[in-house]
């Protein structure tokens, strides 16, 4: 609207300690927040809204959370101490869903949002951070989309590379998943951490997992050997294809490779091209893979 004041783009509307103890009516509430939000939808120039100590409670954060799924320009959200329970917490985290410039939002002193709520909150902002495509395969993850067979999280621009703790949140929201079948990682900043986060889900993931991509990281010897005794359990999916080139796997990750090859047969295309991995492994692994080929093609016929 041509009517707003196009140089304030911070509002704030906390409410100090003195003035809260003073008076309650000094306060928004739900009522005032209700109608601020109205007026806020359709503005595209405030980025930064703080309504802390307002006594908002879950109506509020509720229209709040209305807002949020309207708006696109507000970047950051001070809703802290305003006795917000679950229900407002829950309304803010489905807001989030959909919402993509909320990249921080404070919650701190509503002590009946439940820590796993908060948690979730905190996972949701974090999404923000992100690529919106990465964030819509996340999101669609955690919704347990059937149509969803590969995601693709590779090769993202420097500053939105995924990182060991977003592999976390990824496999928390993979754990479950049915239907699929290729995750792609490439070309991120995953380390032994984050691939000990992925372990967690492939030692249970589903049957119709068929490829996992994790060239050009940062995944040494020790991660591969995590991978080795993930993708060895006896509930793991009988993966097909295996990619690590590019990473910093030595002789000890080579082996590592060598045994997942050696007691899962369904793995027939392995490359870990591009690492510190001595010929002679690099000819086992080769070897290897043509013997589970053959085997693989003998059953299929």
């Known amino acids: 609207n041509s009517?707003?004041?196009?140089?304030?783009?911070?509002?704030?509307?906390?409410?100090?300690?003195?003035?809260?103890?003073?008076?309650?009516?000094?306060?928004?509430?739900?009522d005032g927040t209700g109608i601020l939000c109205k007026i806020l939808r359709s503005n595209e120039h405030i980025t930064s809204v703080n309504l802390s100590s307002n006594n908002l409670r879950d109506k509020g954060a509720c229209c709040i959370a209305k807002f949020m799924m309207e708006n696109s320009t507000v970047?950051?959200?001070?809703?802290?101490?305003?006795?917000?329970?679950?229900?407002?917490?829950m309304a803010l985290l489905r807001a989030l869903r959909f919402n993509n410039s909320v990249t921080t939002l404070e919650v701190a002193g509503n002590k009946n949002i439940p820590y796993?709520?908060?948690?979730?909150?905190?996972?949701?902002?974090?999404?923000n951070l992100l690529e919106p495509s990465v964030k819509e395969i996340i999101t669609r993850l955690s919704k347990s989309d059937k149509s969803l067979l590969v995601a693709n999280l590779s090769n993202l621009s420097?500053?939105?590379?995924?990182?060991?703790?977003?592999?976390?949140?990824?496999?928390?929201?993979?754990?479950?998943?049915?239907?699929?079948?290729?995750?792609?990682?490439?070309?991120?900043?995953?380390?032994?951490?984050?691939?000990?986060?992925?372990c967690k889900w492939l030692q249970t993931a589903e049957e119709c997992l068929q490829t996992i991509s994790i060239c050009d990281n940062e995944l040494n010897s020790e991660g591969a050997i995590e991978l080795q005794n993930a993708l060895l359990?006896?509930?793991?999916?009988?993966?097909?294809?295996?990619?690590?080139?590019?990473?910093?796997?030595?002789?000890?990750?080579?082996?590592?490779?060598?045994?997942?090859l050696r007691g899962k047969q369904s793995l027939t295309r392995v490359d870990v091209s591009?690492?510190?991995?001595?010929?002679?492994?690099?000819?086992?692994?080769?070897?290897?893979?043509?013997?589970?080929?053959?085997?693989?093609?003998?059953?299929?016929?």
């Open 233 to 260: 359990a006896p509930t793991s999916p009988p993966l097909s294809t295996l990619l690590l080139s590019g990473n910093r796997l030595d002789d000890e990750g080579g082996m590592a490779v060598v045994a997942i």
């Open 3 to 30: 009517n707003y004041d196009r140089t304030l783009v911070h509002l704030d509307f906390s409410v100090s300690d003195k003035e809260r103890d003073g008076s309650v009516s000094r306060t928004l509430g739900h």
């Open 75 to 89: 970047r950051s959200l001070n809703l802290s101490h305003n006795h917000i329970a679950e229900e407002g917490g």
């Open 116 to 127: 796993n709520l908060r948690d979730d909150l905190d996972v949701a902002v974090d999404l």
């Open 274 to 301: 591009g690492n510190r991995i001595s010929d002679e492994i690099m000819q086992l692994i080769s070897n290897i893979s043509c013997l589970n080929c053959y085997s693989s093609s003998i059953k299929s016929d």
């Open 158 to 198: 420097d500053h939105h590379r995924i990182t060991d703790e977003l592999v976390r949140t990824l496999s928390d929201v993979l754990i479950g998943n049915s239907r699929l079948q290729e995750l792609n990682l490439d070309g991120n900043l995953i380390t032994q951490a984050g691939v000990g986060y992925l």
